[in-house]
């Protein structure tokens, strides 16, 4: 019976560990716990020895892609449906400028959040909010102003499955959006494919694009040593092939090919560029700067994408160039070993 053991030697020594964080809120008697970043069973227990659940709570011990896709969308994706099983791909910008200042692109991810929060569709969502080191941390979000504070994009793995269990034990929330990477997104998936106990809470999945993302302590020492002070920067994004860290004061611009580096490990193995399995997935890459490039993928995350059209939460318009959104899905999809 495959047990930590096997996820320490299958999944974590093997560099696969996303560090999403599915093991730990999986794990029945509070064994695995998290630290320094990685899930950890301190002291072997008794119990742990007729448990596989943090092994079977893991998708990269087994991911059903094919089944999670019929799950989700009644089919399989052709293989020349480069960004996924979608319905409809739009450009948009949310209408309050308050938000906007606030977000990484156009807001739109933060925007459809207060508005399933407003309308009680969900009573909580799992976001990442991040330390004055820009360190990410994943957290609970409950009210509208905790969903604004954790707008903007912030390079470095979150354990944001760690909080499921925050979220549905202990603020005992019925109806969560959990917000992703698309290695978020798969562990999600794999979690309400397999039944996991705290799976049913899970409402709606928003997916990030994601070209990889960065190991935090590379990226804060390169950043450092090209003269900026972490405790300095107000926004880091990637534009056009540029790294771009913002302070009060300077713009330093780094290109992208110089943060090879600085990549997490288990990106080289992730295929996955636009979070294909998510409700609606939100990027920058097809859009001009200030908006968002939006896959509505599932009907729910059409409707709901909709309704903010309709009550003018959402400018939207088309999308300047689906095109290059495609080629990074392919360059992506091809790089995975
Ligand atoms: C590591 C990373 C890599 C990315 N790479 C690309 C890319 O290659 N191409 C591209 O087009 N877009 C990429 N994005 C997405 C992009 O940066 C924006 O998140 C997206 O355009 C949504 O913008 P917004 O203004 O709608 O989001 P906002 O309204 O600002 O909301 C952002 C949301 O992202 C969540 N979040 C922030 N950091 C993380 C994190 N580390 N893990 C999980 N969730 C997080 C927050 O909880 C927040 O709810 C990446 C994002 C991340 C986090």
């Not at 090209?226 to 920067?233: A, D, H, I, Y």
């Not at 409707?303 to 095109?323: I, M, P, Q, R, W």
Request: aromatic share 8%.
């Amino acid at each position: 019976m495959p047990a930590y053991e096997e996820l320490e030697s299958e999944v974590i020594e093997r560099g696969l560990c996303t560090y999403c964080g599915a093991c730990v809120a999986a794990c029945p008697l509070f064994h695995l716990k998290w630290i320094d970043g990685k899930p950890i069973r301190p002291e072997t227990k008794a119990a742990c020895e007729d448990c596989e659940v943090c092994y079977r709570a893991c998708y990269r011990t087994a991911f059903d892609k094919e089944a999670i896709e019929e799950e989700i969308f009644g089919r399989h994706r052709n293989k020349d449906e480069d960004i996924g099983i979608y319905r409809r791909a739009v450009a948009a910008k949310v209408s309050d400028e308050r938000i906007h200042e606030k977000a990484q692109d156009g807001g739109v991810v933060t925007a459809i959040l207060l508005y399933l929060l407003e309308e009680k569709e969900i009573d909580g969502a799992t976001l990442t909010g991040r330390t004055a080191d820009w360190m990410p941390t994943p957290l609970v979000a409950k009210s509208s102003e905790e969903i604004i504070s954790a707008a903007g994009t912030k390079y470095g793995a979150s354990p944001n499955l760690l909080k499921l269990r925050t979220a549905v034990i202990d603020d005992v929330l019925d109806n969560i959006c959990i917000v992703g990477l698309p290695c978020h997104v798969k562990a999600v998936r794999h979690l309400q494919h397999t039944n996991f106990d705290l799976a049913p809470a899970i409402k709606f999945v928003i997916g990030l694009f994601c070209h990889g993302n960065f190991e935090y302590e590379r990226m804060i020492e390169g950043i450092t040593e090209r003269g900026v002070k972490k405790s300095e920067v107000e926004k880091i994004s990637v534009s056009k092939s540029v790294f771009q860290v913002h302070t009060r004061d300077t713009e330093l611009s780094i290109p992208l090919k110089e943060t090879g580096g600085w990549l997490s490990d288990y990106c080289q193995t992730c295929d996955d560029y636009s979070a294909e399995l998510a409700d609606i997935s939100v990027g920058s890459k097809g859009s001009e700067e200030g908006w968002s490039s939006v896959i509505l993928r599932t009907e729910k995350g059409e409707e709901v994408f909709s309704k903010l059209e309709t009550k003018g939460y959402l400018k939207t318009k088309e999308l300047d160039n689906l095109e290059a959104l495609k080629r990074d899905s392919i360059i992506k999809r091809q790089k995975s070993v």
